[in-house]
């Protein structure tokens, strides 16, 4: 069964910028997808960001130029590197496996991101 640990969230000014990590265990990390997804209040869970085992990479309209998405097969990690943030980029993030780009894992906790001033 896989595990997904998210962390690195937290409060932060407009145009501020923050890092989520996400470590999975429990599947052979390095040949999966790796998807980062996100829920605001009232809304439906979004992808954000994926990254093949390749390292191809994809993003949201909504977040390209300004997030980037990486990984380190050798620490099992997935990264999301956010950077100009907006408020409208408040949200739990969440981090998965992915086959093509459907997540298959059991969804962790998330992590909290809050832009404010």
């Known amino acids: 069964q896989v595990q997904l640990v998210e962390s690195g969230g937290g409060l932060v000014q407009p145009g501020g910028s923050l890092r989520l990590s996400c470590a999975a265990s429990?599947?052979?990390?390095?040949?999966?997808?790796m998807v980062w997804y996100r829920q605001a209040p009232g809304k439906q869970r979004e992808l954000v960001a994926r990254?093949?085992?390749?390292?191809?990479?994809n993003y949201a309209d909504s977040v390209k130029g300004r997030f980037t998405i990486s990984r380190d097969n050798a620490k099992n990690t997935v990264y999301l590197q956010m950077n100009s943030l907006k408020p409208e980029d408040t949200a739990i993030y969440y981090c998965?496996?992915?086959?093509?780009?459907?997540?298959?894992?059991?969804w962790g906790q998330g992590t909290q991101v809050t832009v404010s001033s």
């Open positions: 990254i093949t085992s390749g390292g191809g990479t």
């Open positions: 429990g599947t052979i990390f390095s040949i999966y997808a």
């Open positions: 998965n496996v992915a086959m093509g780009s459907i997540p298959f894992g059991s």
